[in-house]
């Protein structure tokens, strides 16, 4: 009886160790499935990662333009307000450029009409007896132009000193950069007036960012092979030219 005891006692402790062998083997499976699943890195990232984005730019276009009501404007968010927006300044360049017509003509006419339309309403709610026209104060805010004229001081300074920077000979790349971008847009202001160029800088505006945020799927592409065809005949223009210009060293102030 006691060696079948023993036998048995035995035979238990077999069964336990397999199934205490089988429980950790498969957990440890499990873990290591885990783990390769945790440091597997997803196919979205991977792709998300590999996509180029022009000028290095990681916010959408939206954000870019520095969101709010101005980039729904020039992203046609609400199309009736861009359309509005767009109508009136192609409308204006109707009058002032194909028109001849002058600005302080136009504010003058504009003021006429309506103080004259105000001016005989209020006189004639009498008559008809309809109560008078509501005209609001209107006052610009101190705060407003204050802020403006911060921010507007504040890039200016800003110009300034990158104009600074730039004539002090210590950057021949940026340096390169700005008389090339000076000399397009001197060809540029050449092809017509200020308010012509101000008319098609602002359509653009209004296309060039809602086509883009289209179809950047397609344009960052190529936007890649051309900055990088760039760069590679900018590296062949700097060995060949740039490195053998004399560049005298410059005393700190």
């Not at 390769?36 to 990232?45: E, F, G, L, R, Y």
């Not at 730019?57 to 709010?68: F, S, Y």
Request: aromatic letters at 10%.
């Amino acid at each position: 009886m006691a060696e079948h005891a023993g036998e048995r006692d035995s035979f238990i402790e077999k069964i336990v160790e397999k199934i205490h062998d089988d429980k950790s083997s498969s957990s440890s499976d499990s873990d290591s499935d885990d783990d390769k699943h945790k440091h597997k890195p997803s196919h979205a990232d991977s792709v998300k990662s590999k996509i180029y984005r022009i000028f290095g730019r990681e916010k959408p276009v939206h954000q870019v333009l520095g969101g709010g009501k101005p980039a729904d404007v020039f992203l046609w968010r609400n199309k009736k307000i861009s359309a509005g927006v767009l109508g009136g300044a192609t409308a204006l360049w109707v009058l002032f450029e194909l028109i001849e017509y002058h600005l302080i003509t136009l504010v003058g006419h504009i003021l006429i009409f309506s103080l004259a339309i105000l001016f005989l309403w209020s006189n004639a709610s009498t008559f008809i007896n309809k109560s008078p026209l509501h005209i609001p104060e209107v006052s610009i805010p101190e705060k407003f132009v204050l802020e403006v004229a911060s921010a507007t001081t504040t890039e200016i300074n800003c110009a300034l000193s990158i104009l600074r920077d730039i004539a002090s000979g210590k950057d021949l790349k940026k340096f390169l950069g700005v008389i090339a971008g000076l000399w397009v847009l001197s060809v540029v202001g050449s092809w017509g007036n200020f308010l012509t160029l101000f008319y098609i800088s602002f359509v653009l505006l209004h296309t060039v960012p809602v086509l883009y945020e289209k179809y950047e799927d397609k344009v960052d592409p190529f936007a890649e092979k051309a900055i990088a065809e760039i760069k590679k005949q900018y590296l062949v223009f700097d060995a060949k030219v740039l490195s053998k210009i004399p560049i005298g060293s410059l005393k700190k102030d």
